[in-house]
């Protein structure tokens, strides 16, 4: 069974990677990989991480490219790739416009889809942008649907999927989250998190991430107001590594740059970003995958959003979400912040998205799928 794995961002990678070291250790599987790079350096620090080499680079990021502009390039270079090596499967992760045209491509040519992490859906195609529709494009075309949980298992059932096409597998996010967990926090952020004296009878640390498209203008600015206004309180300190968008470095620069007890730092590997994970006490994110990982450290996560495709979270207490308006924003992280009760009642909740197992439950269904 010939089975080409194809991704091309940081998200995808940590995902997929479990996966594919599944697939190459299983008789009978003849594995292979192609990255488009849609995101260039942040996808390559996590194939090193995991020792991925991928057997065909696309590379294809350019600066400030549009979506169409991406779109195009993936038809016209993955096309050839698969005439080429004429895979019995082609393997997709998730919600990006790599998944989205390398499903389309695969169907064209009929060679069977799976789609990991399948099933997620907010119901707006607006939020996220553009990724709910990237998704849903992946679940029409795809002939095996990995659901991560029973709630995207029912939603795929509610589209007329047929559920012997569904495997419900958990999320293979917590299969690399664990493997990376367990190496020695980096140097430099044992360092920085001293030298802001955050520790044990210390300051508390908050972690940030803010990029989604949804997002850009006036909801990043709230954002921001937000994270100004919690670092006034002198006991915590947010840490919030900037994603390289324009649209998010100039706002976040020029609101943030010189404010006390925020510290911004450029994109962090996937490493030291589990590592930021491990010692904060409160997650401030509208990442999808990071209300996935936080949760398995007790972690409680704010997601800035006003939707979510992640309700099993929110249901399990793990997860809330506060939209980008700065009262809101303020009032839940003070309220977390100051009420033990409160804390303690999302910190301990258990995670619905995954127990270390997803990668071999993935590679079981592909063996014993039946047309």
Known sequence: MRILSVFGTRPEAVKMAPVVRELKRTPGIEASVCVTAQHRQMLDQVLELFGLQPDVDLDLMRDDQSLAELSAAIFSRLD?????????WVL???DTTTVAVASLLAYYRRIRVGHVEAGLRTHDKWQPFPEEINRRVAGVVADLHFAPTEWARRNLLAEGIDGRAIAVTGNPVIDALQVVAGQPEPVAISRLLSDLGVGPGGKRLILVTAHRRENFG?????ICAALKELGGRGDVELVYPVHLNPNVQEPVRRLLGEVAHITLLPPQ????????????TLVLTDSGGIQEEAPTFGVPVLVLRQVTERPEGVEAGVLKLVGTARQFIVAEARRLLDDPAAYAGMAHAANPFGDGTAAVKIV????????
Request: charged share 35%.
């Open 269 to 280: 590997d996937y490493l030291p970003l589990v590592h930021l994970m491990k010692r904060a």
């Open 364 to 371: 079981r269904a592909l063996l014993d799928f039946r047309a």
């Open 218 to 222: 006036r909801p990043l600015e709230e």
């Open 80 to 88: 050839p790739v698969l005439e080429k090596l004429k895979p019995d």
């Open 92 to 94: 997709v992760q998730g």
